[in-house]
Structures are given as structure tokens and as C-alpha cells.
């Protein structure tokens, strides 16, 4: 895996922050999960959660990412001015609160996700998906719950 170059502390945190997320994949096993096309879209943050005990932004900035959209496509994802490449878009059926005591040390209450929860691994970050059109996306160290709120426009490069 690989991150883009860090070079602020705040950028630093985030990366320690994926690879953490990251880290459970490798100890879960796989098994059958929701197709990943479900994420590919635009999805709105209409809240803030929860958040891990080390985040790249403080609540106010996390509030400040409410009304925006991150924008997730097959070629990579985009939020404001921050952009991942191409996803590898694996996708595994977690039980939410082992999962997220485990990676994140909080609980999963607030998240208020199903059991077992769909989780996207978007190389840069983490969208658990709760229903069509409705998922919670760790960013920057918080957890947002998300809107989809359009087709993906089918553009080639």
C-alpha cells in the first residue's frame, strides 16, 4: 500500500490513521460482501459521529466538512483539494464493533451501523456501507455519515 507524500505532521497522522484501518483487512476473514459499485458515486457528509483519538482535524474543522462532497470513482477518490488514486475497491462483510474497537479503539455505537457492515477500502480511507445511498466514511481521524447523491458522470481520460 502506498500514500501519497506526507508532509505536515497533520498529513502524517492521517496516513498513520489509514494504515491502521488498513490493518484489520490482512486479520479479517474474507468473506462475501455487498457488491463495491454501491460506493462509486457522490456522496454528501450530513454528519459528524464520532472520532479516533488522534485526528488530523479538530471538531470545528470536522464540522466545517459538513454539505461537502467527496467524490469516489473507479479512478480514484477526490475531497476539496485531496485526491487518492484508483481504489482497490476490496470489500469484506465485518461485525461493526469488533472492527471498529479494533482499528479505531472506540466503539461503534454512535456509528449506529448493521451488523455484519459492508466496509470499502478506498486505499486512502474507509466507507462503511449502511443501506443503499447511505454510508459512514472515516476522514481525517472522524467518522461522517454520508448521502449518496448522484450517478457517477461516466467520463474517460
Same mark, same amino acid.
Given at each position: 500500500m502506498s500514500f501519497l507524500p506526507c508532509s505536515t505532521i497533520?498529513?502524517?497522522i492521517h496516513a498513520y490513521a489509514v494504515l491502521a484501518m488498513t490493518a484489520l483487512f490482512i486479520s479479517v476473514p474474507l468473506q462475501a460482501a455487498q457488491p463495491v459499485h454501491e460506493v462509486i458515486g457522490d456522496w454528501r457528509f450530513t454528519s459528524v459521529l464520532d @472520532?479516533?483519538?488522534i485526528t488530523s482535524i /479538530? /471538531?470545528?474543522q470536522a464540522k466545517k466538512l459538513l454539505g461537502r462532497v467527496m467524490a469516489i470513482r473507479k479512478e480514484?477518490?477526490?475531497f476539496g483539494d485531496q485526491t487518492c488514486g484508483a481504489p482497490s475497491l476490496e470489500a469484506q462483510r465485518v461485525e461493526p464493533d469488533l472492527y471498529v474497537r479494533r482499528e479505531a479503539r472506540i466503539s461503534a455505537? @454512535?456509528?449506529r451501523l448493521p451488523n455484519p457492515v459492508t466496509v470499502v477500502d478506498l486505499g486512502c480511507t474507509h466507507v462503511f456501507i449502511k443501506q443503499? @445511498?447511505?454510508a459512514v466514511i472515516f476522514w481525517d481521524g472522524f467518522f461522517f455519515s454520508?448521502?449518496?447523491i448522484g450517478k457517477p458522470e461516466h467520463r474517460h481520460h
Open positions: 497533520s498529513q502524517r @472520532n479516533v483519538e /479538530d /471538531d470545528e480514484g477518490t477526490r455505537r @454512535n456509528l443503499p @445511498n447511505r454520508a448521502v449518496k
